[in-house]
């Protein structure tokens, strides 16, 4: 699977630390809404201003030596902790998650959902509990089914969105969460298109995150704020991201002159990063951006792989995880921090056996009916994507 242009799905496409974290990086209800379409100075830009780094920071290439040719990094939490996977997805080439720490001891943890075949992690959060999707199956037509899920210190528990309107094979996956231990994601129902929601791990309930004017929806990351950030699909056609404050204030972001925008993460500073297109079909290049209300839209790019980079994740700390296509066709994972950092040498890869007992099914609760997202509760329980 590939989060290239939008969020992935196993097999279809859809979608620091050694040095110090410190720093920033040097960027000069009902809903109410807010249409943000500039670059920091002008509609004129084609692109918005390119970001300038902070002394110190630099990109680093991190991939795990099990398979050097895929790898995306996709979440990044306030302890240098990463959220990853390798490998494609194409037929004998699955998807396989893992968490990178990075510190006085970096070291890579194979985290695959048990009797799975695919997983990806996508999010980590301040404790360590991470979230993401995995598969039964990894098809040659890479149309594969996919269940969210999280886990809490080594035990995994499946996660779907309960609904009759779900596509065959079903699709459902987690992408974000808060230290409040609330979870956002999406689920593809039967017509094809996603519906945003947002799920409680203690509390065990989900509530769906309706977004106006959308016809297709996906939540992609959730802060400590209770904001979030996703994208969505208009009428027209247009897919734009977007930040949905936690009292219910709507940003609609879509970057002048590209052909979709997507969020995929936000951080405590309301600082969004994700990526928009410009050009369609084999013309199409992907940019990497971080925007906030206080210096607009800035452009992020690898420089092994401009015109095609991706923004994933964010910490406090402004430290900034993704992926880009380097000059070979390799997708490599990318880190942007204060330092430069190497990946440690990576386990071997051993296969997950399924436990004697299986892996706890989430309740069937009915998703709420209000139109806004509910409110992030004040509790302080673990966390996860």
Known sequence: MSRRTVVAVIGVAAVAVGGALGGVLAVGGHHSSSSVSLSANSHREHHP??????????????????????????????????????GSGAAGHPNKGYLLSLGGFSAFTNENFPGGIQTQVIGINDTGVSVGFWSTQNTKSMTNNNFGFYDWHGQFHNVNFPTRNMAKPPVNQLLGVNDSNIAVG????????????????????????????????????????????????????????????AHGHLYRLSVPGSS??????????????????????????????????????????????????????????????????????????????HGHFRAPLAPPLTTTPMPTASPTVTPTVQPTSTMTPAPVPTGTGPTHF
């Open 260 to 337: 979709s925008t997507m969020a995929f993460g936000v951080n405590d500073n309301r600082e969004v990063v994700g990526t928009y297109m410009v050009g369609s079909g084999n013309n199409a290049k992907s940019f990497g951006f971080i925007w906030s209300r206080d210096f607009g839209f800035r452009t992020v790019n690898d420089p092994h792989g401009r015109g095609a980079t991706t923004l994933n994740g964010i910490n406090d700390a402004g430290a900034l995880v993704g992926f880009y296509t380097d000059a070979k066709g390799n997708t490599d994972g990318l880190l942007v921090a």
């Open 186 to 245: 999406f689920f593809t129902g039967s017509k094809g298109n996603s519906h945003a929601y947002a799920y409680s791990i203690p509390g065990g309930w989900f509530h769906r995150i309706r977004i106006s004017g959308a016809v297709s929806s996906t939540a992609s990351g959730i802060n400590n704020r209770g904001d979030i950030a996703g994208f969505y699909t208009g009428r027209g056609g247009v897919t734009r991201g977007f930040l949905l404050g």
């Open 49 to 86: 201003r390119e970001m300038r780094m902070a002394s110190g920071w630099s990109f680093s290439k991190l991939n795990n030596s099990n398979d050097p040719t895929f790898n995306q990094l996709l979440g990044i939490n306030n302890r240098g902790q990463i959220a990853g996977y390798f």
